[in-house]
Structure formats: structure tokens, C-alpha cells
């Protein structure tokens, strides 16, 4: 049972145009999300978190947006570029445990 | 460093081989955290440690792994008789906190793990 869930492996964009990564969580009690950023080869890099208590969060061209009675997140990427071709994980913690829950990733492909 | 260091980053052990991960924080840092990430996969949770107690260590798989970070600085995670469904990628992570606010945490490359 899968606690956090990214439902498409992949997602293929142009670029210039929107990318949006979902994710859908079962446990009502995660306080903060994250999402991650990996490169072949290396470690998941922090891109952008948000709290329980927000429904939204921007960062220069990333935005996460949160709907807690759909327990549904999702990152937008706009615009996007060939640099974020990557694999996108998303994240939930419950509390002060620290404990990261991830879901399966989605590959994102930008295309020139 | 400047980031947090694994060795070694490739390792084939034999089925049955005991092998040792390192894990070299950032200095400073007072949580580190062990993640496991089968291939397709999310990393899953292993154990985590304060300084040097470890607070967390329910994701362990089984009692063939151990994981210490006696001086609350560097770890190392121990996989003992070895078996094919413990190849994976062994991520460590580090944060000079324990929450998650305004930020997550620093990971290290892995060390990729192949049981022949």
C-alpha cells in the first residue's frame, strides 16, 4: 500500500511549454511535501517543499500547488527547458519523524 | 566537503559476501538518513540517526542490516550473507535539522550495489 503514488511514469513536453507532474497521497496526517529532482548517475536534489497549511508555492519557474480534500499535489514547470529533463520525486513527511515518503518518480523529457 | 560523500559508488558482492557502505555527511549536520531505491523506484526509508543515536531504524529489511554512526559523524551501513533482492542503490541523506522546513535534505550519489 502505497502511501504516496506518481501514477505516470513519464511525461514528454515541448519546450518553451507547461509541464505538470502529479502526485496523490493517502495519509492525511503528512504536514510538509517535497519534490526531487534526479540525474542519471546521481543523488535526488531538493527543488521545492510545501507546508500542509498552504495550498501553494513558487519558486522562480516552479510551483507547487496542494489540494488537501483531494490529497492530490502537483508541481508546474513553466517555462520548461531541456536542463529539466530528469526523473521528479515526490515526497511527504509526517511530523517531526524526518522520515521521507516517496513515490515512484515520473520521468520528464523536454524536448527542443 | 561540500556535499555528502559515498563510497563506494559501485559495489558487486557474491551472494552470501558481507559488504560495508560509507556515508560522509556534511560537516556539521546532525540528521542522516539511509534510503534504499530499487530500480524504477522511489528510495524507500531505511534508519535514520541523530548525532549519533539512532532514532529510526524501522525500514530495515531484516536483521542482516546494521547501520552506525558512532562519533555522529560519518556511517556506515552494513549488509550482512548478502542476497540478490538487496541490489539496489543505497542513498544517504543529511540536514543540519530535523524538519522539513524550507528545505529537504542533502543526498549523497549512492553507492549502486549488484549481488551476483
Known amino acids: 500500500d502505497q502511501q504516496v503514488k506518481q501514477n505516470s511514469p513519464s511525461l514528454s513536453v515541448q519546450e518553451g511549454r507547461i509541464s505538470i507532474l502529479n502526485c496523490d497521497y493517502t495519509?492525511?496526517?503528512?504536514?510538509?511535501f517535497l519534490w526531487y529532482k534526479k540525474y542519471p548517475a546521481e543523488g535526488p536534489t531538493f527543488l521545492i517543499s510545501?507546508?500542509?497549511?498552504?495550498d501553494k508555492n513558487e519558486d522562480g519557474r516552479f510551483t507547487v500547488f496542494l489540494n488537501k480534500s483531494a490529497k492530490h499535489l502537483s508541481l508546474h514547470i513553466v517555462p520548461s527547458q531541456p536542463g529539466d529533463s530528469a526523473v521528479y520525486f515526490c515526497?511527504?513527511?509526517?511530523?517531526?519523524?524526518?522520515?521521507?515518503?516517496f513515490g515512484q518518480g515520473t520521468t520528464l523529457q523536454v524536448k527542443p | 566537503g561540500a556535499g555528502v560523500s559515498q563510497s563506494p559508488r559501485y559495489k558487486v558482492a557474491k551472494r552470501g559476501q558481507d559488504v560495508a557502505l560509507r556515508c560522509d555527511p556534511i560537516?556539521?549536520?546532525?540528521?542522516l538518513f539511509w534510503y534504499q531505491q530499487a530500480l524504477g523506484q522511489g528510495p524507500e526509508f531505511l534508519t535514520y540517526?541523530?548525532?549519533?543515536?539512532?532514532?529510526?531504524k524501522s525500514g530495515l529489511p531484516s536483521d542482516r542490516f546494521f547501520a552506525e554512526r558512532p562519533e555522529g559523524s560519518v556511517s556506515t551501513l552494513k549488509i550482512q550473507r548478502t542476497q540478490q533482492e538487496d541490489s539496489a542503490v543505497y542513498l544517504c541523506?543529511?540536514?543540519?535539522?530535523?524538519?522539513?522546513?524550507?528545505?529537504?535534505?542533502?543526498f549523497g550519489s549512492g553507492t549502486r550495489l549488484t549481488v551476483v
Open positions: 541523506a543529511s540536514s543540519s535539522s530535523l524538519g522539513q522546513e524550507g528545505g529537504g535534505y542533502t
Open positions: 495519509n492525511s496526517m503528512f504536514d510538509y
Open positions: 510545501i507546508s500542509s497549511i498552504k
Open positions: 515526497a511527504a513527511s509526517e511530523g517531526n519523524t524526518g522520515k521521507l515518503i
Open positions: 560537516s556539521g549536520h546532525v540528521s
Open positions: 540517526f541523530q548525532n549519533e543515536a539512532q532514532l529510526d
